[in-house]
């Protein structure tokens, strides 16, 4: 199905097939399959980019209602559509089909209209698309070849544009010793019920990822051109959890994929309540979220 992108319409675009290499990781190429499965757990088991995200970003980036967001690696749409009404419009671009009919799904759901989707690679840009006032990349900027892509986007940028880097964990929380109201979600013990499923190599996609990019996004965007790297940070919060949500988190990875279980998928499920279930029988978590930093590039 294709429509104007800016109609809140998804254009099934072929992705390329010049799929290029993550520059952390030259063991490893991208493929299609890597979420394979996880869109519908990834809304569900993430926790949603808190409101504060949006207001500090109005006011850093003197944002009124104008202008043309694009989110890079846009999953399900969670910063998409919390940032979509600062805009005149907002486009989010994912290479996975079912994370983007998701993000279509909830548009409709919350009434945000000036919202589209285009299925699109980072590697790809600028593609056919229009220029930019801001571009987001929350999450997704380490499974890019990123000097590439940084310098696409930046060559898309309305003059006085911005580039915004999320740094963010919103699959599960950080240890604490903070009395909490319930159970911390037994991390540790999924880690190791997983490796028992799909062994101790880092699963991605149709491959194993043996390393990936150790930071150095500063001097990726000034040699792409950009200046600035003002950073953000927006405090943690405390968040109350379900055994259903904590379970979506874990097929929301792309290394915990229900592709990767094949038909082990419903043995695995199993493990995982059970193991869920004693550590807390009420089905009741609370967790402690990390900080979130926003790096402003101008």
């Given at each position: 199905m294709?429509?104007?992108?800016?109609?809140?319409?998804?254009?099934?675009?072929?992705?390329?097939?010049?799929?290029?290499?993550?520059?952390?990781?030259?063991?490893?190429?991208?493929?299609?399959?890597?979420?394979?499965?996880?869109?519908?757990?990834?809304?569900?088991?993430?926790?949603?980019?808190?409101?504060?995200?949006?207001?500090?970003?109005?006011?850093?980036?003197?944002?009124?209602?104008?202008?043309?967001?694009?989110?890079?690696?846009?999953?399900?749409?969670?910063?998409?559509?919390?940032?979509?009404?600062?805009?005149?419009?907002?486009?989010?671009?994912?290479?996975?089909?079912?994370?983007?009919?998701?993000?279509?799904?909830?548009?409709?759901?919350?009434?945000?209209?000036?919202?589209?989707?285009?299925r699109l690679r980072g590697e790809e840009l600028p593609a056919d698309l229009p220029r930019i006032r801001v571009a987001t990349f929350a999450q997704s900027f380490h499974w890019m070849d990123r000097p590439r892509v940084a310098r696409a986007v930046r060559g898309m940028l309305d003059d006085g544009g911005a580039l915004v880097h999320v740094s963010a964990t919103t699959h599960r929380g950080v240890d604490t010793d903070l009395e909490l109201p319930h159970p911390q979600p037994p991390y540790p013990e999924i880690a190791t019920l997983v490796q028992r499923y799909l062994g101790t190599r880092p699963r991605a996609g149709q491959g194993v990822r043996t390393s990936g990019p150790t930071g150095g996004e500063d001097a990726i965007y000034r040699a792409a051109g950009f200046t600035g790297g003002r950073q953000v940070e927006v405090p943690g919060r405390l968040v109350d959890r379900t055994t259903d949500q904590i379970a979506a988190s874990t097929y929301s990875l792309s290394s915990s994929a229900p592709h990767l279980f094949g038909d082990r998928l419903d043995a695995f499920d199993a493990d995982l309540r059970r193991l869920l279930a004693a550590a807390s029988p009420s089905g009741r978590y609370s967790e402690q979220l990390d900080s979130i930093r926003l790096h402003l590039w101008r």
């Open positions: 294709s429509g104007d992108a800016g109609a809140g319409v998804w254009q099934a675009d072929p992705v390329s097939s010049d799929e290029g290499v993550p520059d952390g990781d030259p063991g490893w190429t991208w493929d299609p399959s890597l979420y394979r499965g996880s869109a519908e757990y990834y809304a569900i088991g993430r926790a949603a980019y808190p409101g504060e995200i949006a207001e500090v970003l109005r006011a850093e980036l003197d944002l009124d209602g104008s202008g043309r967001l694009l989110d890079v690696g846009c999953g399900p749409g969670s910063l998409t559509l919390l940032l979509a009404p600062l805009f005149a419009e907002a486009i989010g671009v994912d290479p996975d089909a079912d994370m983007l009919a998701v993000a279509g799904r909830l548009a409709a759901e919350r009434q945000v209209p000036n919202v589209g989707w285009r």
